[in-house]
């Protein structure tokens, strides 16, 4: 390392820095990865540098010659001296790592501009002796976390496994003088302890591999901790994002079941209109009740009445309901059953998901499923924006970005939406020429309709559609105020469906 000159020291993923080297027209490269998880140096072989997204740091330093690399004993740090006073430091210290150029002992520029406490640090005075001696040990042998603050969980395992608690003090020493010296032996381990993968200075837990050169350890352990750490957190979220999203179908499905059976149990609208008319003679005019016998159920049912109107008049009142409510079960049923397959559909993912043990098959499951996105919108357009299937869904931001959206945005073939009878956004699926627009996709609009409406907190809400060109803007209309003809109806419960994984 020493006489090699800083050619490049630029960063292209966050909390990632990369330094380039070179010495006699050969290159040398270090990585250090200072992920709030995860901090560690890494020696790739090559690089490519990336075109975009790439940032110049250091910029004092190219050109400087390291003239010697200097390791502080008992601290996770460690400097590069340079030419012209300039020093590099290397510290590692977990969530708080971070790299700091000095001039004449003096902070210049650091990598995380978050950690401003590192401008005061003073290298030189970062390292400490250990100073254990038999004495000071046997005094407190219990307490070996104190005398040796740098240990760390891994060595103090170490001793554990080898019944350091049941020793006496003299045993005690002298396992920890042990310990000391196979620390300074040039023999590195990739291990798996406690299901994580680590490196170790020590035989723990289940070898992995066993290296004697430390960047040859680093260069296998780095990539292989990176992928594992991949799998943990991507597998957990996505698990717990799915899981969510088959509890949720499923709560919906029963929560629809639930209205169908009470609905099959109840009395429709048109059998109680049937038993008024067949009454017409035994009910009083200007009654708020009658008793009047059931021929359906076969016995007597008292049936409210609205005493301003006649009986003929509450009888055809109820047949348009009963109308209405044998759409409103259709829709309930046809939702019962997308909801249904919604579940069984989770479910194959979710056991899709659960089959995959490695982060190349995590990857290949995302890739495979989650290729629904939302994404935002430019500030200055007038909607926000998702996409599902390939199919652009644009939402109303409000009143006056309604009226942009439905006149200026949509084309005439596109699908229009909105909440049914209560003040909300207009909803828009672009449509593809030569593509019918699939369920899925209208479900999800209809969820956004509902959920950028005054019917948010609905159970399950009422969503009409309809092509564009059925869409009008009355003249003089309120900003959003819009006729609609020829409109279906779908009943969802409100939601954003792209607040998922």
């Known amino acids: 390392m020493p006489g090699h000159t800083l050619q490049a020291a630029f960063s292209q993923e966050k909390d990632e820095i990369l330094l380039s080297f070179a010495l006699e027209g050969k290159e040398f490269f270090i990585k250090a990865i200072q992920t709030p998880r995860f901090s560690s140096l890494h020696f790739p072989q090559s690089f490519h540098r ?43 210290f977990g969530n708080r790592s971070n790299l700091v150029l000095f001039r004449n002992g003096i902070a210049q520029e650091i990598f995380h501009k978050k950690l401003t406490k590192d401008l005061e640090l003073n290298y030189q005075q970062m390292g400490n002796q250990l100073a254990l001696t038999e004495e000071a040990f046997l005094q407190q042998p219990d307490n070996l976390r104190k005398l040796i603050p740098t240990l760390g969980d891994l060595p103090l395992a170490y001793l554990q496994a080898q019944g350091y608690d049941q020793k006496e003090p003299s045993q005690k020493w002298a396992a920890v003088q042990q310990l000391l010296q196979e620390l300074d032996s040039p023999r590195f381990y990739m291990i798996t302890f406690n299901k994580q993968l680590r490196l170790s200075l020590l035989p723990l837990g289940q070898i992995e591999e066993t290296f004697s050169n430390p960047m040859e350890a680093l260069n296998a352990f780095v990539p292989a901790f990176r992928s594992q750490e991949y799998y943990q957190v991507h597998y957990a979220a996505t698990h717990k994002a799915l899981r969510k999203k088959v509890d949720g179908a499923q709560k919906i499905w029963m929560q629809v079941q639930d209205t169908l059976e009470n609905w099959q149990h109840g009395t429709p609208y048109s059998q109680t209109a049937d038993v008024i008319m067949a009454n017409l003679t035994n009910i009083t005019s200007g009654a708020k009740e009658a008793t009047l016998y059931d021929f359906y159920q076969d016995k007597e049912r008292v049936i409210k009445l609205h005493p301003t109107e006649s009986p003929q008049k509450t009888a055809e009142r109820l047949y348009r309901k009963a109308k209405n409510q044998n759409i409103e079960l259709q829709l309930l049923q046809e939702r019962a059953s997308r909801k249904e397959a919604e579940v069984e559909q989770l479910t194959v993912q979710l056991n899709a998901l659960e089959q995959a043990e490695t982060s190349t098959q995590l990857r290949d499951f995302l890739k495979k499923y989650t290729k629904e996105t939302a994404y935002a919108s430019a500030p200055d357009l007038p909607f926000y924006a998702f996409e599902l299937a390939t199919f652009k869904i644009w939402v109303g931001k409000n009143a006056k970005a309604n009226d942009k959206l439905t006149l200026h945005h949509t084309h005439k073939d596109d699908l229009w939406l909105h909440a049914k009878d209560v003040p909300g956004s207009h ?17 999800a609009a209809a969820q956004l309709a509902a959920y950028y409406s005054k019917r948010k907190q609905d159970t399950l809400c009422p969503v009409l559609y309809t092509p564009k060109k059925y869409v009008r803007k009355p003249k003089g209309a309120a900003p959003g105020s819009v006729k609609v003809e020829r409109e279906k109806v779908i009943l969802v419960k409100p939601g954003n469906p792209f607040k998922a994984y």
């Open 427 to 443: 909803v828009v699926i672009k449509q593809q020429s030569g593509k019918p627009f699939p369920e899925q996709v209208i479900e």
């Open 50 to 92: 990336a075109r975009q997204n790439s940032v110049d740091l250091f910029p004092s330093l190219i050109g400087q010659k390291v003239e010697r690399v200097v390791v502080q004993e008992q601290e996770r740090s460690f400097y590069l001296q340079f030419t012209h006073g300039f020093v590099l430091l290397f510290k590692l």
